[in-house]
Every structure is written in C-alpha cells, then in structure tokens.
C-alpha cells in the first residue's frame, strides 16, 4: 500500500489526470443508467394507453410527425429514435414520420399534408414556425387549425415548451415529459401572431418578433465561441464599438385589445330526435320572417406611436397564467428606451439570451390586437420571429386569438387557465 502511494506521488500528473478521467466516466455511466431508468418508467406508463380497448366503431389514431434531423447539431434524430419513438408506439398510435431535408420544406409539406389526429413536431422553434405556417396558409386552414399539436423540444431553442412542459435541465426527462403530455392528450389553446409584409405570404408565430439592438448583437454569438462563458457578454460589448448609441426609428399604428369571446365547447351537441326535427322544420317554414336590425358599426381608434428605441418587441401572452381569466385579448408591444449606458446594454443582452422576449423596466408596453410597424425606408437587417431570421421590413402584425390547440402538461394547465 505505501509503494501504490508512493508512485502515485511521484506521477501526481498522471493521478490527477486519471482521477478526472474516472471521475468524468463514472458520471457519464450514472446519468445513462437514470436516463435508462426514466425511458423505462415513461415506456410502461405509455403502454397502459396503448392496452386500453377501442370500441369497434373506433379507429387507430393517425400522429403525424415532422422531424428536423439538423436540429440539436445533428442530434435531433438520436434523440427522437431514443425517447419519444418508442413511447407514441406503445401508446397505440399509427405514427407517420416526415423529415425534413432543408430549410423552408416544412411548410410545403403541410400545404400537401392529409389528414390526421395529431401533428407533432420534433425540433426546436425554426421547425415549429415552419410547421404552423404551412398550416395556417393552407386553403381548407379553418379545418386543419382544429388538429392538436404536439411540441417535441429537440432544438437549441425551444421557447414554447416553457410554456408547455415542467422546466427540467435534463434533456432526456424533457422529451420524455413533453411526449407523455402528448399521449395523455391534454390540450389548451394558445394564440398566434400573423405577421404580414407588402409583397410576401404571411408568416405565422407563436412567440413573438424581435427588431433591434439586441437581436443583432446576439447573432453575432457564435462568433465568439473562443471565449467560452464570456461570449455572452462580449458580443453585446463589442457591438457597441461598432454603433453607439443603437437607436432604431420606428413607428407603430396599432389597435387596442379586442373583447374576449367565450370559447366554444368541442363537444358536438346530441342530434335531436326525428320528431323534433319535424317540428323545428314546420316553426321555421311558417313562422314570420323577421326584420334584420343592423347594428352600427363603431369606427376603429387608431393610435400612433413614433419613438427611437433599442428594440421593439412584439409578442403573444401565451406564457403568462390565467389565460381562461382574461376579459380581452391582446399582444404586448414592448417599445425599450434608449438612454441607457453601456453596462446597461451588455447586460440585458445577456439576459436576453436565455430569455428573448423579455421586457426590461423602463419600458414602455403597449397592448393591441393589430399593430402596423413602419421602419424607416431603406432599412437593413433582420427581424427574428420565433427565434428564426426574416428580412427586415414593415409588416402588418394581427393577433389570432386561441387559433391553434397545443398538447401540454396537465400541471401547466392548470396553471394556464
């Protein structure tokens, strides 16, 4: 025993790297066998659903699912295969999977899509924007926005499922977590911007769009990669060597908030009997034909805001509680002043990185159901909708209220409504 300690002393370089090496590879074997161990629980639970008996008039339901190979750098089909295929096959469901091969090909892969119970979508925010795009451009859209959708965060960016899903730092509890939430079929209605330029077709979010100082700041991360936990901060830092102040002219058009109508039960009524149905037919073939009062209409009240500003931000409240207790629907116009100093910038960048849509203090915060953002003419740069990059030009931006349903955790439910 003290020859073992005497050697390890005199290659006390070697031990320490062993140590780590040891260290790192017991860890590594600890988180397989946990994730192991939560595949195999989430697996069981799934195939209680899929025992269940069907009545004979009942048919297998058709999941449609769009599947993103490049996000997660590549990762995304591992990670797929690994913990959500197998759970919605033992939950009996008749999975279809689409992968996408490039950008821009979810969408018209909707646009031909036939029909089924449920789309899921694999992938982080640029695939599911896509997904509803192609979805709400469709011509027969009034149909097809009735499917749920399920969200399967495998991306860099996955903003909805916070909305959606418990927050978990483990990755594979999260998919596991976010594919059970689909097979219990727990769903809640969430709101979706239509943004809409001059020229092209409108592009539909779920989150929100990004203009300014910020958003241009943080493209530009990746740049930095050599610095490790400090890119963060230095790209924000060295943004403002190169524009100082970062003003953005901008002015906004918009509409107030609209009445929030009660929502419709998805319960079809009992169809009444024939008799009763006679006699409806009979009252309305000889009742007298009423006169039609049309009601006047009100006049829209715009109001203009024109302001400089370091960012505008616009965005739904779909991660806010109490969505059942609102008496208005509306979207949040963040407008962000900017007379701030330096180290104010650098760190709410920062901040804005893990969180994009945040509105600091001192902001100025509109509510409106229909907004219209005129840029200066001859602007350049880009927009970020859903975390994804589009030309920056004026749009028309239009709030849908509860357009689309989504599958969620029944925990988040609660909390949402």
Not at 89 to 110: C, F, I, N, R, Y
Request: net charge positive; proline share 6%; aromatic share 8%.
């Amino acid at each position: 025993m003290a020859k073992l300690l005497k050697t390890l002393r005199n290659h006390w370089k070697k031990t320490a790297a062993g140590v780590c090496a040891l260290s790192w590879g017991a860890n590594w074997l600890h988180r397989r066998y946990r994730d192991n161990l939560l595949r195999r629980a989430a697996c069981q639970e799934a195939q209680e659903y899929g025992n269940q008996l069907l009545p004979i008039s009942a048919r297998v339901k058709k999941a449609t699912v769009f599947l993103n190979p490049a996000a997660c750098k590549g990762k995304a089909r591992n990670l797929f295969e690994k913990n959500a295929a197998p759970i919605l096959h033992l939950a009996g469901l008749d999975v279809t999977v689409v992968k996408t091969d490039h950008e821009g090909q979810a969408k018209k892969l909707l646009e031909l899509m036939e029909d089924t119970d449920m789309i899921v979508v694999a992938g982080g925010d640029g695939t599911l924007q896509e997904v509803i795009t192609g979805l709400l451009r469709r011509e027969d859209e009034a149909v097809f926005s009735k499917i749920p959708i399920g969200f399967i965060p495998l991306g860099k960016m996955n903003s909805l499922s916070q909305a959606l899903y418990p927050t978990n730092k483990e990755q594979a509890r999260h998919i596991l977590n976010a594919t059970l939430a689909i097979v219990k079929g727990e769903t809640v209605p969430l709101d979706i911007l239509e943004i809409k330029g001059d020229k092209d077709r409108p592009v539909f979010a779920v989150s929100g769009l990004r203009w300014g100082a910020y958003r241009d700041a943080s493209a530009k991360l990746t740049k930095y990669w050599y610095l490790g936990p400090l890119k963060d901060k230095a790209c924000h830092l060295f943004s403002t060597f190169k524009e100082w102040p970062p003003n953005r002219q901008t002015s906004i058009a918009y509409l107030g908030p609209t009445e929030r109508l009660p929502e419709q039960s998805e319960e079809k009524p009992p169809r009444p009997n024939l008799w009763q149905r006679i006699l409806r037919r009979l009252e309305l073939y000889w009742a007298t034909p009423k006169e039609v009062m049309l009601m006047p209409v009100e006049p829209q009240h715009w109001e203009e805001v024109q302001k400089s500003a370091v960012e505008v931000t616009i965005s739904t409240l779909n991660k806010q509680a109490d969505l059942k207790q609102r008496t208005e629907d509306a979207m949040n116009i963040c407008i962000e002043p900017d007379t701030i100093s330096k180290g104010q910038f650098v760190a709410t960048g920062s901040r804005k990185l893990t969180d994009p849509l945040m509105c600091p203090e001192g902001s100025q915060i509109l509510q409106a159901s229909f907004c219209k953002l005129q840029l200066p003419q001859g602007t350049e740069g880009f927009f970020s909708i859903d975390n994804e990059d589009h030309e920056a030009v004026s749009v028309d931006v239009k709030l849908l209220p509860r357009k689309l349903r989504f599958f969620c955790d029944s925990i988040k439910k609660q909390q949402l409504q």
